[in-house]
């Protein structure tokens, strides 16, 4: 689900995940050191909803398609 | 033990089988024939003259075994055959009388190829053997499960207590939610955001005292339903309640009421058993919570 509904909390959204994903992406980031650092605030609980490896490539591809984030030397990259 | 504490022990033993490469496996072999053969002898393997091509034996049978366990059957069959007839060739020349001859070997349940049978009849044949097999894993399961029950806990290790298991099953969970999201089914209807009064909404779908009585204890136990689905969270809570409630539009044009309840129950356990019901009713009870199934309670002034 890429909006919240009755049983999709925010926090597990495409929307929610992606307002995450977009507050980490400060520098470029590989694919896979957004994964680390979303497993280890997942640990700590810094943020509470469990997403597989999968949602994590569909809320890229999201925020792709809205233009908030770019590809650049194989990482991703918030668009100025 | 019963027929389930036995298959829960058999599957606990496939697992041991199949990680276990060389020692281990010889290991769960000889404690196995330690309990299983009164006369069984290990051999173990000292310094330079090794086992002298002997892993075990029952002396006064004249009954000989060697065990192999690679990791890969499949990838090493030359070795393997070459092994069996190297082995016991080694073997005859240093033990006698040799009466019986097996080959055990750790095949992971996929059985062994045609050219190690006929070379274990061949030797069989050539040396008068009275008899000489391969033993496969199959062959040792079916040693371990003729033991008494306190050796077979040796060996496969203790069953799981299921008075120390959760509130929830959650293997049932898994299945009750597996067989529902497969039911063959496609009619939509938008979700409505209100949440009634639960005892409310039970009147109003005229439901008795006991079904009332089913849905509440249930819904003490959504919490597990909850933690199971934020851990699967792959929009699976939106999914279910899509089934839910495709299921109770479908069923509500025949019954009303307790039967079209338990007609819902029904449909959705995959089998009519207490374990299956009873969770569906939990699944249920948080659907009917949030009012995806069943009719929600008209206000006066409503329509």
Known sequence: MIVPTKHTHFSESLLGFGAYLLGKVDSIKSIDSLWNEYQNDLSKSQYVAKHSFDNLLLTLVFLYSIGVVEEKDGGVVRCN | MNVQERSVARILFKNKIHEANGQAFEDIFTQTMYYAHEGFQSIKPWGNIGDRKNDGYIKSEGTYYQVYAPEDITKSYVDFVKKIETDFIGLVEQWSPVNNFYFVVNDKYRGVNADCEQLIQGLKDTYKLKDAKILTAKDLEN?????????????????????????????ILNEVISHIMGLPIDLKKEPSLVVPDFNEKIKFNDLSEVTAEYLNSAFVRVVYLNDYLSNNSDFIADLLRDKLNEVYLQEK????????????VNQLSPKKQQVYQVTVIVIMSKYFETCDIFEEPFKEGEE
């Open chain 2, 143 to 171: 040693e371990v499960f003729s033991l008494e029950d306190d050796q077979i806990f040796r060996i496969v290790g203790f069953l799981p207590d299921p008075s120390n298991l959760k509130n929830m099953d959650f293997s």
């Open chain 2, 253 to 264: 044009e025949k019954y009303s009421g307790d039967e079209l309840f338990w007609n819902i």
